[in-house]
């Protein structure tokens, strides 16, 4: 009884290490794609944060937006990998 105990909490943590991870990726990833989505208003003159959705956003913001919109759901595979 005793052993099984033990056993159950050595397995529990080592699958610990690798919970931690996926949020850590998804993360790191939605950060990277935040700082995409910046460079992409600066460059085009604006600043992140300020627009807000209409009928007159310029077409270049919709660009961004759908960028950001794409690069963050391709974090999710990352929050889903479990990386060690």
């Known amino acids: 009884m ?3 105990i033990i ?3 050595i397995i529990l943590l080592l699958s610990l ?3 931690k991870s996926g949020p850590l990726a998804y993360g790191i990833c939605q950060t990277g794609c ?3 989505a910046v460079s992409c208003y600066a460059a085009a003159g604006y600043t992140f944060g300020t627009v807000t ?3 007159g956003i310029p077409a270049v ?3 961004c937006n759908s960028g950001l ?3 963050m759901a391709g ?3 990352a929050g889903f990998a479990p990386t060690i």
């Open 2 to 4: 005793n052993s099984q």
């Open 7 to 9: 056993f159950i909490i």
């Open 17 to 19: 290490s690798l919970i």
């Open 34 to 36: 935040n700082a995409l």
């Open 53 to 55: 959705a209409g009928a």
């Open 61 to 63: 913001i919709v660009g």
């Open 69 to 71: 919109g794409i690069c």
């Open 75 to 77: 974090c999710i595979a």
